[in-house]
Structure formats: structure tokens, C-alpha cells
């Protein structure tokens, strides 16, 4: 499960940020698995986090949008790639999952846009179909589910 990940707010001509999200995000999920592969077992899984702006784009998030949608192409390709082997590889994309992280960016777009912290989530989650965010247990489910037998027929896919 490669779940590592950043997501630092940037101009679009901020080029250190743009390096340190790619590297994090995209190299980082590549590497993990490029290391992983010569010990993994035939029949084996992989999941890479990826995220709803993996599909999407957002204001002052162009690194991060990049990156995620780069796990999307890469879990693609690899699942092609190591589907002789039976390995199945798919990718997670969450919208807001209620850590600590989405915390602390709708904290500064708050203080940004000059409203309260309650004011912030209210608009957030206004914006997601079932008007909350996400819970760390759900995404784990999921993982679960992609990670064991019954999923062996599922691979190249990105559930939202």
C-alpha cells in the first residue's frame, strides 16, 4: 500500500514546491513498489492513494493534482504490466478524509479567505455528495477489500 503523500498549496510557477510534492507523491509510490516488486509472490496487490483531485484539478494545488493524477497513469500501466504475474494493482482516490493534514489546509484557506474555521468546513462539505468527510476507517475498508482474495479480478481501476 503505497499511501505516503503531501499536499502543499503553490503557485503555479513555484518550482520547489512542484519538485518536493512530485517526489513525495509520484516518485515516492514508484520507487516503494519498484522495491517491492522482485519480493513480491505471483498473485500478489498493490494500492496506491491517489485522490479525487487525481480526476480533478483546484486552485493553488497544480503539484499536487499532477502528482496524483501520475499515480493514476502509473497504477494503469503497471497492472498491465504485472498482470502475467497476477499481481493486481489499483488505485483509491478519497475525497476529503478528515485528518489532520485536510485540517490544517482548511485552516489556512479560513484565515485566507477571512472566515472562521466552522464557516470553512460548512463550505467544504457542501461541496461533497454526502455532504461530510470521509473517515480514515473507510478508506482502510476499502484497502482491505482491494488487498484480499475476493479482489483478485480487480485490477487498473481507480475507485473514487
Known sequence: VNSAGVCDENE?????NWHKVISINLNGTFYVTSLC???????GRIVNM??????????????????KHGIIGMTKA???DLA????TVNAILPAWI??????????AQA??????HEQILRNAKKKLPLRRFIQGDE???????LASPQASGVTAQSLM
Open 84 to 87: 502475467p504475474r497476477r499481481i
Open 12 to 16: 503555479p510557477e513555484d518550482l520547489d
Open 139 to 145: 478508506v482502510a475498508a476499502m484497502v482491505r477489500y
Open 78 to 80: 503497471l497492472a498491465l
Open 37 to 43: 516488486l522482485p519480493l513480491m509472490a505471483d498473485g
Open 98 to 107: 478528515d485528518t489532520p493534514m485536510l485540517q490544517g489546509e482548511l485552516a
Open 50 to 67: 491517489s485522490s479525487i483531485l487525481g480526476r480533478a484539478g483546484k486552485v493553488r494545488n497544480t503539484a499536487y493534482c499532477a502528482s
Open 111 to 116: 484565515r485566507i479567505a477571512g472566515i472562521s
